[in-house]
Each structure stands twice: as structure tokens, then as C-alpha cells.
């Protein structure tokens, strides 16, 4: 029975996404009508203008904080997951439409996104490593050479090779 729940979920985002620009232009004309097509237009670019300035002081906050849990040892992924969302809280603000504003600045509240986070962790896979290594690598391909197969000493003895295409770039 939960799958069922889980396809409902899933197939209402693409509705969503789809009756969104109606929904806007319906926001549009309301609110037009109360306040003014020059209101109107002026609430838009205001919107616009202070996603700007969000992402640029709550961004810088975020990744400040990001750091902090990293130099403390501790997971970031909770930082990471807030920043992402600050991201998209500001694009949302800078989309023309009073509904994509309203999601967007309910985004911008931490205990909206700590909500979010709570509901969204168990369904986000965040793969921190920051011991230097990569993922993906694999550290078992070691190339074992014998004594003989190679030494610097052989690199000094042997000069610059006068063949090399770089020493050709060089020369020219």
C-alpha cells in the first residue's frame, strides 16, 4: 500500500511543474487587479533583485558554516544540503511568479529547510571522503618494479632528451 503512496508523490511534481505557469499568470492577474500592472511589475523585479542579494549574503553564510563543521571534524552534509536549497530558494525568487517567490522565501527560513532536510536525508546518499582521496580510484593497482627497473639516477645520467616535443616548443 505504500508503494502506492510513494508513485502518488512522484507523479505530482510533474503536474505540478505543469500547472505551474497557469498558476502564475492566475497570481499575475489577482494580483494586478488589487494593486496595479505598475505595482505589479515593481513586486517582480523587487522579488527578483533580493534573490539576488539572498543567495550572495545566505550563500556565503552557508559554505562559512560548510567549513566549520569541516574543520571541526563533523559531517557537512546537513551544511551542504542547506546551501543546495538556499540555491534553489534564490532561483525561485529570481523566476517571475508570486508563487515560485512564496515557496523561495519559505525556503530561506532555516527551520523550513531543517524540516525539508528531515524529510529528505533518509532518500539523499551525501559520500564525504575528505581524506585526501578520491572516490572512484582504486587503491589496490600498485605497480611493483624491481630494483634494477628504475632510478633517478638514471633520468640525471641520461641528460635531457633533445627529442622531447616540449624541448621542440621551446626552441622555436
Do not use: C
Request: net charge neutral.
Amino acid at each position: 500500500m505504500e508503494t502506492i503512496g510513494q508513485d502518488l508523490r512522484i507523479s505530482f511534481l510533474p503536474l505540478f511543474l505543469l500547472a505551474l505557469p497557469l498558476l502564475e499568470i492566475a497570481g499575475f492577474v489577482i494580483v494586478g487587479r488589487e494593486v496595479g500592472a505598475l505595482a505589479t511589475v515593481g513586486l517582480v523585479l523587487a522579488s527578483s533583485i533580493a534573490g539576488v542579494l539572498l543567495l550572495r549574503h545566505q550563500g556565503f553564510g552557508v559554505m562559512a558554516r560548510v567549513r566549520a563543521e569541516m574543520a571541526g571534524g563533523g559531517d557537512p552534509s546537513r551544511q551542504l544540503a542547506h546551501g543546495a536549497m538556499i540555491v534553489v530558494a534564490a532561483i525561485l525568487l529570481i523566476i517571475p511568479g508570486f508563487i515560485t517567490d512564496i515557496i523561495g522565501l519559505l525556503l530561506f527560513l532555516p527551520p523550513v529547510r531543517d524540516l525539508a532536510w528531515r524529510r529528505l536525508k533518509g532518500r539523499i546518499v551525501v559520500a564525504t571522503d575528505f581524506t585526501g582521496s578520491f572516490r572512484g580510484r582504486s587503491r589496490d593497482k600498485v605497480i611493483d618494479l624491481d630494483d634494477g627497473d628504475y632510478s633517478r639516477e638514471d633520468d640525471f645520467k641520461r641528460g635531457p632528451d633533445h627529442n622531447s616535443p616540449w624541448r621542440r616548443l621551446k626552441d622555436d
